[in-house]
């Protein structure tokens, strides 16, 4: 199985999520490419079985930097014809989709558009999306009292140790489907 890990990082949460994903992917036996997103990736996804996005949440929606790659590849599959009417499933091509986010003012609620956002390229190419995960991640820099009052409570330190041993699991999982 080729596996692909793309993913934007801000403050580093996100990067410990990837790096579990990928931890775990390697330990399982399977190989798999890991790309921090800063500017424009020259690969093809059709190439890869499963693949992995992720990226902090800012203003309800992926990064920056994800979103710009997000668009050019979909302008990309548009242009050749790879993005069709219905979004006809490919068979054996999968997508898992996460995030980290603070949820300091509506919880996950503020979670839930960047994940969608991130999907639709892959639901859109044919992919099955088999995973949406949202990992609570702490505040840095001027934010970081948000980190203790917000919606979730005391989120100091996440993700956390519990928090990426559940993590490779729902790895583990997914490899099986």
Not at 38 to 65: A, C, M, R, T
Not at 150 to 157: A, E, S, T, V
Request: hydrophobic share 35%; aromatic share 10%; with cysteine.
């Amino acid at each position: 199985m080729k596996v692909l890990n793309l993913y934007f990082t801000a403050t580093n949460n996100t990067a410990k999520v990837a790096e579990t994903i990928s931890a775990t992917v390697r330990q399982s036996g399977h190989q798999i490419e890991t790309i921090r997103v800063d500017g424009p990736v020259e690969i093809n996804l059709l190439d890869y079985d499963l693949i992995f996005v992720g990226s902090g949440v800012y203003e309800w929606l992926p990064g920056k930097p994800l979103q710009e790659l997000l668009a050019a590849f979909r302008a990309k599959y548009v242009a050749e014809g790879e993005i069709k009417p219905c979004s006809p499933r490919r068979p054996g091509k999968k997508a898992v989709v996460y995030c980290t986010y603070g949820g300091t003012h509506t919880g996950i609620n503020e979670a839930i558009p960047a994940v969608k956002y991130m999907g639709q390229l892959f639901d859109h190419l044919g992919f099955e999306i088999v995973g949406e995960w949202y990992l609570v991640g702490e505040y840095h820099g001027k934010y970081k009292d948000f980190s203790l009052g917000g919606r979730l409570g005391n989120i100091q330190g996440r993700p956390n140790e519990a928090d990426l041993k559940d993590l490779a699991e729902k790895v583990k999982g997914i490899l099986q489907v």
